[in-house]
């Protein structure tokens, strides 16, 4: 009969019910945020869909669904209150390592010490954690963009360094060069005195004025070398 068939479908209705009012109960103290919510979402529109089961049955679920629904959702948004306020917390962080490394740029000096405090900040970035991907592309944008003009001027610096390292070390080259030029004059020098000298003692001085020499030029050749191979790396 209209009745029975009424009755039924109310039982069956009431049975739906139930069996999503027991899920929601079940997700209630989840914490999988997005998958649970997605999925309580689903349990909602599968509640719409559902017959009738009688406004004191319905009602009393409902009660029981919402809940469910409430201890959920509530949870949900005390953990992103908490997460933001995190995330707030770790941006004003990041923050202040951007204001040092802008310091350090606006200072303009290179050096190892520098360059350690430096990475020491880059450190201390990874060490805070993330800020929210939000804040934390923006901040990371100024901070690397002070960490990058950093390095580009070391760069720059010790390149102007070497060159002016190589400019010396070549000076120091031609001054040792014209250093043995020099000296060789004087062996020259000393050889002919010897030879036109007719006092032995003479020529003995002269050897041994000429052992010298040589040897200062051996040891200016050896220095010039050196040079040369540092030069060379």
Do not use: C, P
């Amino acid at each position: 009969t209209y009745y029975q068939e009424l009755r039924e479908k109310s039982k069956n209705a009431k049975a739906e019910k139930e069996e999503i009012v027991a899920k929601a109960q079940a997700l209630a103290e989840s914490n999988e945020w997005k998958k649970t919510a997605e999925e309580f979402n689903k349990l909602l529109d599968e509640w719409k869909k559902t017959a009738r089961a009688g406004k004191e049955i319905d009602d009393a679920l409902w009660a029981e669904f919402s809940k469910a629904r409430k201890t959920f959702f509530d949870a949900r948004e005390k953990y992103y209150k908490q997460l933001d306020a995190e995330f707030k917390k770790r941006a004003e962080a990041k923050e202040e390592l951007v204001a040092k490394a802008k310091e350090i740029v606006e200072a303009g000096k290179f050096s190892k010490d520098v360059t350690e405090e430096v990475k020491k900040l880059r450190e201390q970035w990874k060490a805070i954690g993330s800020a929210g991907k939000q804040r934390e592309d923006a901040i990371w944008e100024k901070f690397n963009g002070f960490i990058n003009q950093y390095f580009d001027g070391l760069k720059s610096v010790n390149e102007s360094r070497h060159e002016e390292w190589t400019a010396r070390m070549e000076d120091n080259i031609a001054y040792k060069k014209q250093q043995i030029e020099r000296l060789k004059r004087d062996i020259i020098r000393e050889s002919n005195n010897a030879k036109e000298s007719l006092r032995e003692s003479a020529v003995e001085e002269a050897e041994a004025v000429i052992a010298e020499k040589n040897q200062m030029i051996d040891k200016l050749t050896k220095d010039i070398e050196d040079i040369e191979a540092k030069l060379a790396k």
